[in-house]
């Protein structure tokens, strides 16, 4: 390794730590889980929970669905501008999922690159993903819900992230 890769690498590492440095002010640090994504061919799909300084939760949930920009803009056209219902799901096993809350009002854009993409975003406070009441810990999973109105009767696809399992 030459003595100016070895000093760029050690200035990259140290870097982070410098920037966190920064930003960790007298309240303690932002907590973060996820993001947690299921990935495949197709599809990606990504849920992110991040407790803020109020003690409320930010809940975003990431997805994209692998299609020409062409395809995208005319399945988002036939929906009359959002193609999507997006739920935040509490789990107690493979045949006990429960509807949390829904995430309304997505930014949705469409790319060759990325396909048909939503961002959903929320502020909720703690007691929405306290889906296990009394127990340590909660088990919460992002279900994305796409439909294709461009033919009758209309296609729905479904996407779920995985669950992230924290105490909230
Ligand atoms: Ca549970
Ligand atoms: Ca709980």
Do not use: W
């Amino acid at each position: 390794m030459s003595r100016k890769y070895l000093a760029r690498t050690l200035s990259l590492a140290v870097a982070p730590v410098a920037v966190l440095g920064l930003m960790s002010g007298p309240a303690s640090a932002a907590e973060v889980f996820g993001p947690k994504c299921k990935h495949s061919a197709s599809s990606n799909t990504c849920l992110t929970i991040e407790r803020l300084d109020t003690g409320n939760y930010k809940v975003t949930v990431g997805i994209d669905i692998r299609m020409s920009k062409a395809t995208g803009d005319d399945i988002v056209a036939a929906a009359n501008g959002n193609p999507f219902l997006t739920k935040i799901f509490g789990s107690d096993g493979p045949n006990d999922k429960t509807p949390l809350f829904t995430i309304p009002r997505p930014k949705i854009s469409t790319s060759d690159e990325f396909g048909l993409s939503g961002d959903f975003v929320v502020e909720v406070p703690p007691s929405s993903l306290d889906e296990d009441r009394g127990s340590a810990e909660d088990d919460v999973f992002a279900r994305v819900q796409m439909g294709d109105l461009r033919t009758e009767p209309a296609q729905i696809k479904t996407f779920e992230s995985p669950e992230i399992n924290e105490s909230f």
